[in-house]
């Protein structure tokens, strides 16, 4: 089956860096691709879709500025959380439309500590 | 806009029995697609089983069915001679159709389930 390749699994950073996640579709082309956040326990909610060559949709109350989202070819994504702090700790997930039959697949997730 | 409702946050089961998990949902649209995820510790989503709100015929794969109520948007997993491996959590999801929203997913709550051995 298609695999959604995300890193890094899990990172530690200090308040006021910036962490990069990537997410890449390693047998597959993905024309879409969403980002969600899911903190402890709770469900998980989109944050952002973006389009390939496009700029990202952001989902009401989703800093733009903060949580910046490049899709720059059809296998590769990424988020980068800017100036993070300990209240952007939280699990970030990936999910990429296939491009053909548009079937949805997610990354395996990433753990981001803020300290 | 779509929702999803699970009502139930917690659900246990003795193994090898069947248990049954509930979902409802809102749209005024008529063509979507219904799906249950769970969600194991490890946290990578997996898929359990899909829907197509056109198809009248509840899906199935192995021990795991649906019952698609499609006039009480309810959508509801069962699970049958539950084994230990479907301990986790599960969340049913909404899909809208690709022109109207990309294919974004829409999550309900959750439930967690327990298998008691």
């Known amino acids: 089956g298609a695999v959604v390749s995300q890193h890094p699994s899990w990172v530690i950073c200090k308040s006021g860096t910036s962490v990069k996640i990537e997410c890449r579709s390693l047998?597959?082309?993905?024309?879409?691709m969403f980002w969600y956040r899911q903190f402890p326990k709770q469900s998980l909610m989109l944050m952002a879709t973006?389009?390939?060559?496009?700029?990202?949709?952001?989902e009401q109350g989703v800093e733009k500025d903060k949580f910046l989202i490049n899709h720059a070819s059809l296998t590769l994504s990424t988020l980068t959380v800017t100036s993070a702090h300990p209240e952007d700790s939280s699990f970030y997930i990936c999910?990429?439309?296939?491009?053909?039959?548009?079937?949805?697949?997610f990354g395996s997730g990433t753990q981001l500590s803020v300290l | 806009a779509q929702t999803v409702t699970q009502s139930q946050p917690e659900m246990s089961v003795q193994e090898a029995e069947t248990v049954t998990l509930s979902c409802t949902y809102d749209?005024?649209?008529?063509?979507?697609?219904l799906f249950w995820y769970k969600q194991p510790p490890s946290r990578q989503m997996i898929l359990v089983i899909r829907?197509?709100?056109?198809?009248?015929q509840n899906a199935t794969e192995n021990r795991f069915s649906v019952n698609f109520q499609k006039a009480a948007k309810s959508f509801s997993l069962k699970i049958s001679d539950s084994q230990l491996g479907d301990a986790a959590m599960y969340f049913c999801?909404?899909?809208?159709?690709?022109?109207?929203?990309?294919?974004?997913?829409?999550f309900g709550e959750g439930t967690q389930l327990t298998v008691n051995p």
């Open positions: 999910s990429s439309r296939h491009a053909t039959n548009e079937k949805l697949f």
């Open positions: 047998d597959f082309q993905a024309t879409t």
């Open positions: 973006s389009n390939e060559g496009s700029k990202a949709t952001y």
């Open positions: 749209t005024s649209e008529s063509d979507y697609y």
């Open positions: 829907q197509e709100a056109y198809k009248q």
């Open positions: 999801a909404y899909r809208s159709p690709r022109q109207t929203s990309g294919s974004r997913l829409t």
